[in-house]
């Protein structure tokens, strides 16, 4: 690991002008970094990955509302800085928003939940082998203009939606997919102004750019999320599917949230995991199940409308198929839950 200058920020403003001027937007390339449970930061700093010269520590902020749970008849309310074993252990969350409380539960280890905080969990990097490993000189993402060592390399682990031919690194986390389902928005902090925007719009596609991974402005940071109430949030879960049951990412996983009449689907909510170069949101699977009873045909037309235009690689053709099935079961699994007890 490199050395670095350590700063620790005691308020929002603080930890805004610690951060300094930075010319980068790429989180990869910034001299300045923010650390909170430093889960995916100091791994990338010892694999020399990230290089910061400055490192803000923001934990005392917890204390300044950012660590704070806020349930009402509106939605719910997340502190940037809960940690993720927090939010999973809620009893409202588990009870009114269990796709939230599983995606969170199902990730990593209890040791890395209890360290890793919601806003630092959304913006983790991706585990692209090929990121990850700087004896490879040839990836977009850390080095931009550099090609993408997995397009002919092994590439079983990658993304088959959202990929550019710049970049074909899959989005690795679980908590994001929830957020996008559920219509969340993010409240953000920075050296201008405070600004709100749809979870949606946090994170870009790769396209040319693959080094530039979220719309975050350099000094901004992530100071809660917003979820709002809505008549699928109890009938909701995630799914996920990997190659062990514990501590693993997923090869495939879908968030679904479900407002049924009956057997009909009134609306649905569809997020994909472990498939995608950024948070996914199924769309067309959505508007092909509005009003329509959920059986088996439709739970498969959704399914493949889910995955149409996928880009599979050599390696990685099989999340098609895996992909589809575990939409399909999450449909099924959603609209058999209990949600009056």
């Known amino acids: 690991m490199r050395p670095f200058v350590y700063e620790r920020a005691v308020s929002v403003p603080d930890a805004i002008r610690a951060m300094g001027p930075d010319d980068s937007v790429a989180s990869n390339e910034a001299s300045r970094q923010f650390l909170a449970g430093g889960t995916t930061l100091i791994d990338l700093m010892k694999l020399d990955v990230l290089r910061p010269e400055h490192v803000v520590d923001i934990n005392a902020l917890a204390r300044a509302q950012l660590g704070e749970i806020a349930v009402s008849e509106n939605g719910l309310r997340l502190g940037a800085l809960v940690r993720m074993a927090e939010a999973a252990d809620h009893p409202a969350i588990r009870r009114d ?11 990593a280890s209890a040791q890395l939940r209890n360290m890793a905080s919601l806003a630092g969990n959304v913006l983790q990097r991706t585990r692209c082998p090929y990121f990850r490993d700087v004896s490879y000189s040839n990836c977009n993402k850390r ?6 060592a997995a397009f002919d390399g092994f590439n079983r682990q ?47 596609a790769p396209g040319d750019t693959p080094h530039l991974e979220t719309t975050l402005a350099p000094g901004e940071l992530i100071t809660a999320f917003q979820i709002p109430a809505g008549a699928w949030t109890r009938r909701s879960l995630f799914l996920k599917v990997r190659d062990r049951e514990s501590y693993e990412f997923a090869l495939a996983a879908a968030a679904v949230a479900l407002d049924l009449d009956g057997d009909r689907v009134r609306a649905a909510r569809i997020a994909l995991g472990g498939v995608a170069t950024q948070p996914w949101r199924a769309r067309q699977a959505e508007a092909l199940l509005a009003g329509r009873p959920l059986d088996e045909a439709m739970a498969q037309q959704a399914a493949d409308a889910a995955f149409r235009g996928a880009s599979p690689r050599e390696h990685n ?21 209990d949600v009056h007890s």
């Open 158 to 204: 990658h993304a088959v939606l959202g990929v550019s031919q710049n970049c074909i690194a899959t989005y690795p986390g679980d908590f994001a997919q929830a957020l996008i389902a559920l219509d969340a928005t993010v409240e953000i902090s920075g050296p201008e102004a405070s600004r709100t925007i749809p979870f949606a719009d946090l994170h870009r």
């Open 317 to 337: 053709a099989f999340k098609l198929a895996l992909g589809k099935q575990t939409l399909i079961r999450a449909l099924h699994q959603a609209a058999a839950m």
């Open 143 to 148: 080095i931009p203009g550099s090609g993408c």
């Open 97 to 107: 928003y269990p796709v939230i409380a599983q995606s969170l539960e199902l990730a």
